[in-house]
């Protein structure tokens, strides 16, 4: 069998209970499109981001304030 | 040869001379969309009255008389836009005058028609529409990229010498980079942007798509509602080109590695003529968040999309709207907000280090796509690492620009297996018009050869 990643386990879940349908080939897409960003977002889930400081208001036309 | 084939500059100066009649040029444009579009499939609605309308009321400005193409991704006042899909949940979509409309208007520019798009704008291939999809010019079974997918299919089919896209992933760049043209993805907010149905944006950004730099910078000009100089004059810009001495970086893993080897080469033979025609210097440079880029932009974008996904919504999309779409909306709709979260923690992270580079750097660059467009029924591409969906491939080498804010151009720089490959640069904050010249310096390096191949069935 083969084995089921935790976030594609959170998908399955969190259509259920946010109650979005989903026939077999919405399912199948999601799976897919989940799986070429699966290795990034489990990236970010465990990249070490203590310490890192939020940029408050930020303003994307300029550097970042120092 | 006909008017319309001339650059955008070149039109605006000849009918400012009075040597072309720009109403027998709007004629000549429209006959030409009717000639060539059941082939590309570019634009998705044409309005002779409107236009002509806009022609009687053009002011006398720098595109007085000048036909362009708007993507379907802004209302204009006599049609709401549609985003290339059959709906939009949640989003009113009503007729308007948006930003760029505007900016075109008060340029003297002359609205032509409204572009095809990627459904939705959620990918870099142009092979869905509400539309049905736009084709390649240099060839009808590949990808002309999207989201702006008419756009550059347009410009590059000869419709119009200019066209306005829209870039929240790349969505401007890569298809300059499958059409063999030049397109800018402005700083973030400097471009007009008002009437958006995403309002709260801040990965998207309107820009121009034409044949080569000076047009780009014509036609970004109108969109920033400012001159954008050649040759210096831009504010807290460090140098330019013509300074001599342009810093390139180049961060080569994955940007460089994980290229197609033809891709590869043509990029890296235009770097070289780039740094020997500013004599500058290539420095080899690390980004260390570089793996959380991609992620972290994804999940921005998709989060500025999500207010209105309810269950309730997205329970009753239209099942007109593509498969691909219906799952997307669905993703998107039960994303983690933890994650988002740490999205934005690794956007303040990237901005840091990447004001940090551009202490050190002029611009970046790298590949804008890691291979040339890939066929509309089967988008996948072969990289070193493997085959990727051109998807994944493409928004690694885009999203850096739209996750941080900085200006992108992709720039033409030949062909691998016929089809057109594309260098792209990077510069700091509000260096729009730093990139046009170092746009402009590489075409000279290459004597205009990229920049002015046309396809061949067009030519």
């Known amino acids: 069998m083969e084995a089921v990643s935790p976030l594609q386990r959170y998908l399955e879940a969190a259509l259920e209970t946010f109650g979005i349908e989903a026939d077999e080939v919405e399912r199948a897409v999601m799976a897919?499109?989940?799986?070429?960003?699966?290795?990034?977002?489990?990236?970010?889930?465990?990249?070490?981001?203590?310490?890192?400081?939020?940029?408050?208001?930020?303003?994307?036309?300029?550097?970042?304030?120092? | 040869m006909s008017a319309l084939d001339l650059g955008l500059r070149e039109q605006a100066s000849r009918i400012a001379s009075g040597e072309i009649d720009p109403g027998e040029l709007l004629d000549e444009c429209l006959a030409r969309i009717e000639e060539r579009n059941p082939e590309l499939n570019a634009v998705v609605a044409t309005f002779p009255d409107q236009s002509r309308r806009m022609l009687e009321r053009a002011t006398d400005g720098p595109l007085r008389g000048v036909p362009v193409l708007i993507k379907d991704e802004w209302p204009l006042p006599w049609r709401a836009e549609t985003v290339g899909a059959a709906s939009v949940p949640g989003a009113r979509l009503e007729p308007g005058e948006s930003g760029p409309y505007r900016a075109l208007r008060d340029a003297g520019a002359v609205i032509a028609g409204v572009a095809n798009m990627h459904e939705l704008g959620s990918s870099s291939t142009g092979n869905t529409s509400v539309y049905g999809p736009t084709h390649n010019p240099w060839d009808l079974e590949r990808c002309p990229g999207g989201s702006s997918s008419g756009p550059?299919?347009?410009?590059?089919?000869?419709?119009?010498?200019?066209?306005?896209?829209?870039d929240g992933l790349g969505s401007i760049r890569f298809p300059a980079a499958y059409c063999g043209l030049t397109g800018l993805k402005p700083t973030f907010g400097r471009s007009a942007m008002d009437g958006h149905h995403i309002a709260n944006t801040e990965t998207i950004v309107s820009g121009p798509l034409c044949s080569d730099a000076a047009d780009c910078r014509l036609l970004a000009s109108a969109l920033f509602g400012?001159?954008?100089?050649?040759?210096?004059?831009?504010?807290?810009?460090?140098?330019?080109?013509?300074?001599?001495?342009?810093?390139?970086?180049?961060?080569?893993?994955?940007?460089?590695d994980d290229v197609a080897p033809g891709v590869r080469?043509?990029?890296?033979?235009?770097?070289?003529?780039?740094?020997?025609?500013?004599?500058?210097?290539?420095?080899?440079?690390?980004?260390?968040?570089?793996?959380?880029?991609?992620?972290?932009?994804?999940?921005?974008a998709q989060s500025e999309e999500a207010a209105h996904l309810t269950p309730a919504n997205v329970n009753a999309l239209s099942p007109e709207l593509g498969v691909l779409n219906r799952g997307i909306l669905k993703l998107r709709?039960?994303?983690?907000?933890?994650?988002?979260?740490?999205?934005?923690?690794?956007?303040?992270?990237?901005?840091?280090?990447?004001?940090?580079?551009?202490?050190?750097?002029?611009?970046?660059?790298?590949?804008?796509?890691?291979?040339?467009?890939?066929p509309l029924t089967d988008p996948t591409i072969e990289l070193p690492s493997g085959p990727s969906s051109a998807?994944?491939?493409?928004?690694?080498?885009?999203?850096?620009?739209?996750?941080?804010?900085?200006?992108?151009?992709?720039?033409?720089?030949?062909?691998?297996?016929?089809m057109p490959a594309a260098l792209q640069l990077l510069g700091g904050w509000g260096s729009d018009?730093?990139?046009?010249?170092?746009?402009?310096?590489?075409?000279?390096?290459?004597?205009?050869?990229?920049?002015?191949?046309?396809?061949?069935?067009?030519?």
């Open chain 2, 333 to 374: 709709a039960i994303l983690p907000g933890a994650l988002t979260a740490r999205a934005f923690l690794v956007r303040a992270k990237v901005r840091r280090e990447l004001a940090e580079l551009f202490e050190r750097i002029d611009v970046l660059a790298w590949p804008t796509v890691p291979a040339v467009a890939p």
């Open chain 2, 265 to 300: 080469e043509l990029c890296e033979a235009a770097l070289e003529a780039l740094r020997a025609e500013v004599a500058g210097e290539v420095i080899e440079v690390e980004l260390r968040e570089k793996d959380l880029v991609l992620p972290a932009s994804v999940l921005i």
């Open chain 2, 391 to 418: 998807d994944a491939g493409n928004a690694r080498q885009a999203v850096l620009a739209n996750l941080t804010g900085v200006p992108g151009i992709s720039v033409p720089v030949g062909r691998d297996g016929g």
């Open chain 1, 32 to 66: 897919g499109v989940w799986s070429v960003y699966e290795p990034g977002m489990e990236l970010l889930r465990t990249a070490d981001l203590d310490g890192a400081e939020h940029e408050l208001r930020a303003d994307l036309s300029r550097p970042p304030k120092r």
């Open chain 2, 152 to 166: 550059g299919a347009a410009v590059a089919g000869g419709l119009v010498s200019g066209a306005v896209g829209a």
């Open chain 2, 433 to 459: 018009a730093l990139l046009l010249d170092a746009a402009e310096a590489l075409e000279r390096a290459t004597d205009r050869e990229f920049v002015e191949l046309r396809p061949g069935a067009l030519a």
């Open chain 2, 226 to 256: 400012e001159p954008l100089p050649a040759g210096g004059g831009e504010a807290g810009r460090r140098r330019s080109p013509t300074d001599q001495g342009l810093r390139i970086g180049v961060v080569r893993d994955p940007y460089w």
